[in-house]
T-cell receptor, first 113, second 112 residues
């Protein structure tokens, strides 16, 4: 009964490839997020969706494209992967209010060769 | 640029002592404050959240907020080796739906 689940857990691929990460939450939350945690462990918001609508879009290369088919799912597609994309990507969810805590998935460790 | 600052540590405390973790933030309009614990190789796990000035206690954890000084802290009483982890402070910006800004985290080591 995992609350926020991401797949895959590990992703190792070559530079220039395209890959996707999937996220699903069963908490009934309205808002979902993608975060990137770099090698220095700094956690930074990339995108946020509320009820399938994009509400936060930080300065992220347009090679990154989020998609939310419904409020329980948020996927992240990355085109033309670069070495600097190597990081851990976390999905999170919360109720719509900014005052509500966010709950994180286990993360996807992306390594670019 | 809105910032959340934490001492990276490591903060080393003996088992049974009180660990005090501190965080300052730059946006005076911030309204919600969160502490997350992250074990190495794992995801952030919510420990505490606080919205009002003062103290909020939950078991061995106490969050303290002082909006005038733009300061939030986390106290861990009776520290255990299992508390050894990185503690992330996160701040929600006023008027920005659900956007959290994280600090870089403080690594806590509880020694036997």
């Amino acid at each position: 009964d995992t609350a926020v689940s991401q797949t895959p857990k590990y992703l190792v691929t070559q530079m220039g490839n395209d890959k996707s990460i999937k996220c699903e939450q069963n908490l009934g939350h309205d808002t979902m997020y993608w975060y990137k945690q770099d090698s220095k462990k700094f956690l930074k918001i990339m995108f946020s969706y509320n009820n399938k609508e994009l509400i936060i879009n930080e300065t992220v290369p347009n090679r990154f494209s989020p998609k939310s088919p419904d409020k329980a799912h948020l996927n992240l597609h990355i085109n033309s992967l670069e070495l600097g994309d190597s990081a851990v990507y976390f999905c999170a969810s919360s109720q719509v209010s900014g005052a509500q805590p966010q709950h994180f998935g286990d993360g996807t460790r992306l390594s670019i060769l | 640029q809105k910032e959340v600052e934490q001492n990276s540590g490591p903060l080393s405390v003996p088992e049974g002592a009180i660990a005090s973790l501190n965080c300052t933030y730059s946006d005076r309009g911030s309204q919600s404050f969160f502490w997350y614990r992250q074990y190495s190789g794992k995801s952030p796990e919510l420990i505490m959240f606080i919205y009002s000035n003062g103290d909020k206690e939950d078991g061995r954890f106490t969050a303290q907020l002082n909006k005038a000084s733009q300061y939030v802290s986390l106290l861990i009483r009776d520290s255990q080796p299992s508390d050894s982890a990185t503690y992330l402070c996160a701040v929600n910006e006023d008027g920005t739906a659900s956007k959290l800004t994280f600090g870089t985290g403080t690594r806590l080591q509880v020694t036997l």
